[in-house]
């Protein structure tokens, strides 16, 4: 396989004219992550390693065209098929950026410093990103994570920092 642990950065939803070609719903910032190699894992089974014809933008997805699936029958195979690389293939993040898999598990407090929970997954909302926070009694919170609302990240003691809008955690938590 790898030396480093697979990341996943996309996932196939569909194929894309007759030539094998597949539409893949991207989640990274740089199509480059997708110019050589990717691996490919359907269900639970074991990612394989693919290699990447090309590559193009097309309506606000990536299409990707793999060296071993030159036909639509192959391409649909593909179908909700996840994309993965490798972590050491990412480029360093910026001072003020992270990962999103180095947030899930981190523990999520508040200004005053109380813990809500944790970050156990991610969603995307019409672009907008959204933390799925598990609380202590198993109860989830799903919070905007923009700019405005997360006020520190410390990689380094595994928490967030975050001042929600008012009344959100009332909404989830029952005014606790």
Same mark, same amino acid.
């Given at each position: 396989m790898t030396d480093s642990r697979l990341l996943q950065i996309g996932l196939i939803v569909k194929p894309h004219g007759l030539r094998g070609e597949v539409c893949v719903e991207y989640y990274a910032d740089s199509p480059l992550l997708l110019s050589d190699h990717v691996w490919l894992q359907k269900g639970k089974s074991k990612p394989t390693l693919h290699k990447v014809v090309s590559t193009r933008t097309h309506q606000g997805r990536e299409l990707l065209l793999l060296e071993d699936c030159r036909d639509r029958n192959c *391409?649909?195979?593909?179908? =909700?098929?996840?994309?993965?690389?490798?972590? #050491? #293939?990412?480029?360093?993040?910026?001072?003020?950026?992270? $990962? +999103? $898999?180095?947030?899930? %598990?981190?523990?999520?407090? +508040?200004?005053?410093? #109380?813990?809500? %929970?944790?970050?156990? =997954?991610? /969603?995307? =909302? *019409?672009? #907008?990103?959204?933390?799925?926070?598990?609380?202590? !009694?198993?109860? &989830?919170?799903? @919070?905007? *994570?923009?700019? /405005? @609302?997360?006020?520190?990240? !410390?990689?380094? =003691?595994?928490?967030?920092?975050? *001042?929600?809008? &008012?009344?959100?955690? !009332?909404l989830y938590l029952g005014g606790e």
């Open positions: *391409a649909e195979t593909l179908r =909700n098929v996840i994309v993965l690389v490798p972590e #050491s #293939s990412l480029p360093d993040p910026d001072e003020d950026e992270v $990962y +999103l $898999y180095q947030l899930e %598990g981190l523990e999520v407090r +508040l200004e005053d410093g #109380s813990s809500i %929970g944790h970050i156990v =997954n991610f /969603q995307f =909302n *019409a672009g #907008s990103e959204v933390w799925v926070i598990e609380t202590p !009694d198993k109860r &989830e919170v799903l @919070f905007p *994570a923009t700019d /405005q @609302f997360v006020t520190g990240v !410390d990689l380094d =003691n595994g928490t967030v920092t975050i *001042a929600p809008p &008012e009344g959100l955690l !009332d």
